[in-house]
């Protein structure tokens, strides 16, 4: 099954609200990711269907929710996900920040955050919104972007990704 599909059926709106769901099935298929780390939980839906894709999944939220593996963090303050990982020698194939959704948190997140990606991965920053933003993380930290903006009618219908 597509994750696109598993999205949708545990009612993320990955895929309903924003379409993100054909990027992920085509980064899914090519490195059949084992290891996500997701910055904002919400009510779990994505961490429903990436577990139910076969993922091991870290949520960093700071509201843990029962069943699911979170490391209890606010943004900015990565520390303890930096101590997490330290500890557990964390590289995952895929990090989607989801979080907070500002752009100088964004950016904090991508400079702790990064480094945890394991070679050939991903670092996913989804819903991006501000327009000087988007041009930034395109032109200052050469990430691709992907907006779906047009087609959604939705202003935060936009992710950035890197992969290492």
Request: with cysteine.
């Amino acid at each position: 099954m597509k994750i696109s599909e598993l999205l949708d059926e545990t009612g993320s709106d990955k895929n309903e609200r924003h379409l993100y769901g054909s990027f992920y099935d085509i980064i899914f298929k090519k490195i059949q990711p084992k290891d996500i780390l997701e910055i904002g939980v919400l009510q779990g839906a994505s961490a429903m269907a990436f577990e139910k894709y076969g993922c091991r999944y870290v949520g960093v939220d700071m509201n843990p929710i029962e069943g699911f593996e979170i490391i209890e963090a606010t943004e900015p303050d990565f520390g303890p996900v930096i101590d997490y990982c330290a500890s557990n020698m964390c590289e995952f194939d895929v990090i989607i920040d989801d979080g907070s959704h500002d752009p100088v948190i964004q950016r904090e997140a991508y400079k702790a955050l990064f480094k945890y990606v394991r070679v050939g991965g991903y670092y996913v920053m989804e819903d991006l919104s501000v327009k000087q933003w988007i041009t930034d993380v395109r032109l200052d930290y050469g990430a691709s972007i992907v907006d779906f903006r047009p087609i959604t009618g939705h202003a935060d219908s936009c992710l950035a990704y890197w992969r290492k």
